[in-house]
């Protein structure tokens, strides 16, 4: 069964800072793996997917990689803002047969000091 | 209507009582999932629906959760007999295609409270 693991579960920087936040994953058979951003009160919204083929995806002042063989992705923001205060999930789908739901980690809520 | 759109937003009901969840996706998505978020919990996967057939049910917690779809539009979950547990954020997701290579894109959820 694949688990997916969230470091730190919550952090705090002062605005523009740069920040890395982790997801891990036990299952290495993935198809791909997605960033999203929840805040408080809302719906997920995507920021960035990687197919288990690529390394990175980069939008704006965000950079996700993903090592699959390994079970990591990182998630890079650079010259962070306040308004980047938000819970970070990751999520990632596996590889194989019709299955096509996601498997979650537990988030990282992320605070942004002005 | 330009995201997916969940309703009723908030929804309180008494232990034992049914609710109906509705879930709108983005126009021409073709796959459908719908997911549970539980205080200080992740997102727990509950059914996946590809047009109105649904492959997987295995998160389903049990016989009491039902969902349907028709054709590729909206989709009600049903609770049937609530109990306290079953209070969470019950969020809606779609994508377009079937390689599952599209993202998800979630709406705002119905906060369900089992009193």
């Known amino acids: 069964k694949q688990e997916v693991t969230q470091i730190p579960a919550a952090l705090s920087v002062p605005e523009g800072e740069n920040l890395v936040l982790n997801c891990s994953f036990t299952?290495?058979?993935?198809?791909?793996l997605q960033w999203f951003r929840q805040d408080p009160g809302k719906g997920l919204t995507s920021l960035l997917l990687?197919?288990?083929?690529?390394r990175e995806q980069t939008s704006g002042r965000l950079n996700a990689s993903l090592d699959k063989s390994s079970g990591r992705s990182t998630l890079y923001i650079a010259a962070s803002q306040p308004g980047d205060s938000a819970t970070y999930l990751c999520a990632v789908r596996r590889g194989g047969g019709s299955a096509r739901q996601l498997t979650f980690g537990s988030g990282t809520q992320l605070t942004v000091l002005p | 209507g330009a995201g997916v759109s969940q309703s009723p937003s908030n929804k309180v009901t008494e232990k034992g009582k049914d609710v109906e969840l509705r879930c709108d996706p983005i126009s021409g998505h073709t796959a459908l999932y719908w997911y549970r978020q539980s205080l200080g919990q992740g997102l727990e996967f509950l059914i996946y629906f590809q047009g109105n057939s649904a492959p997987d049910k295995s998160g389903l917690p049990s016989d009491r959760f039902s969902a349907e779809r028709t054709g590729e539009s909206v989709s009600t979950l049903t609770i049937q007999r609530t109990q306290q547990e079953d209070s969470a954020v019950y969020l809606c997701?779609?994508?377009?295609?079937?390689?599952?290579?599209?993202?998800?894109?979630f709406g705002n959820g119905t906060r369900l409270t089992v009193t």
């Open positions: 990687i197919q288990s083929s690529q």
């Open positions: 997701a779609s994508s377009f295609g079937v390689r599952g290579n599209s993202p998800l894109h």
């Open positions: 299952d290495s058979a993935i198809y791909n």
